[in-house]
């Protein structure tokens, strides 16, 4: 039987080495990484940055101040807990992890901008009875998440971009997250408010939208290793609103135009190649998001 490793811990000497920014690269990613999930460790790296750095004292007094004002007393000393006698992590640590690891999208505007769209397809539908509901919200869904994503990641939307970035954790590994967190908010209703409106003749099924969806989204992710990915978003996401809004706008009304550039095998299948094209883009790409991201 294969003996587990022991359980690595930062040694004050390595804190030191890290707070006067002499460390080797991998030790400081070792670091950084290590200390997301260890408090004890994170307690010695901070107190070895306190006390090297010049505002340290000031750090010092500001953090006691704050303890003090919430009731807290901290030991004079942190321990270095034997593996078998750590205290279990709180419950809700975890969730609080996830949520800052999704990023701005899912704490911001977008959310709103998701219940409106939804709500305005329901209120053209069901309130005013007319059937261009269904139509606009086949049209606006593909550009939601692309949306989402154009406000996750970059140093325009997230104030700890650069921290992040620059973390083991960062670059294309932390956006495929946050995406994936968009996603996964976004499409489970979309779809249903789909489903759920009066439908029309010659109009797609609820799920038109996804295939296109997808390949705006890698799409956008894929362009975004180029020029960022609020640039990317902006230009994939006006595109698509251009050619699909062209025809809804034009005699014939939104009614009767069943959005050929969604519907029929022909239209799917194209959208998946183009998915993809993406992915293995955004795979021969992938390096350029361990850089900050350009602005």
């Known amino acids: 039987m294969t003996t587990p490793p ?5 040694s004050a000497a390595l804190a030191a080495r890290y ?8 030790d400081a990613w ?3 990484k290590h200390v997301e999930s260890c408090g004890p460790c994170a307690a010695r790296v901070s107190a070895a940055v306190r006390a090297t750095s010049p505002a340290g004292p000031v750090l010092e007094t500001l953090r006691a101040d704050l303890l003090r004002a919430v009731g807290h007393r901290e030991p004079a000393a942190v321990p270095h807990p034997a593996p078998e006698h750590r205290r279990p992590a709180r419950a809700w640590v975890p969730f609080v992890r996830l949520w800052w690891a999704v990023g701005p999208a899912l704490r911001g505007s977008w959310l709103a901008a998701l219940a409106l769209v939804l709500g305005a397809a329901f209120a053209l539908s069901h309130g005013a009875g007319l059937p261009a509901g269904r139509t606009w919200l086949l049209a606006a869904a593909p550009v939601l998440p692309l ?7 970059g140093p325009r939307t997230d104030p700890l971009h650069e921290i992040a970035a620059s973390t083991p954790a960062g670059g294309l590994r932390l956006l495929l997250t ?20 009066p439908p029309a003749a010659g109009l797609p099924g609820a799920a038109a939208w996804l295939a296109p969806g997808l390949a ?24 698509w609103l251009l050619a699909v809004t062209g025809p809804l706008l034009g005699p014939a009304g939104p009614a009767s135009v069943p959005l050929p550039y969604a ?16 992915t293995a883009l955004l795979a021969l790409r992938r390096r350029s998001f361990d850089l900050l991201e350009p602005r």
């Open 6 to 10: 022991a359980p690595w811990h930062v």
């Open 19 to 26: 707070a006067e920014g002499s460390a080797p690269e991998p």
């Open 30 to 32: 070792s670091l950084e």
């Open 147 to 153: 949306a989402g994503v154009a406000v996750s990641y």
């Open 178 to 197: 946050r995406t994936v967190a968009v996603l996964t908010v976004c499409v489970p209703p979309l779809t249903a408010a789909g489903a759920l409106l």
């Open 216 to 239: 705006l989204t890698v799409g956008t992710l894929a362009l975004g290793s180029f020029v960022g990915c609020r640039a990317a978003a902006a230009t994939l996401g006006g595109g």
């Open 263 to 278: 519907a029929g095998p022909a239209a799917q299948a194209g959208w998946a190649a183009a998915a993809l094209a993406g």
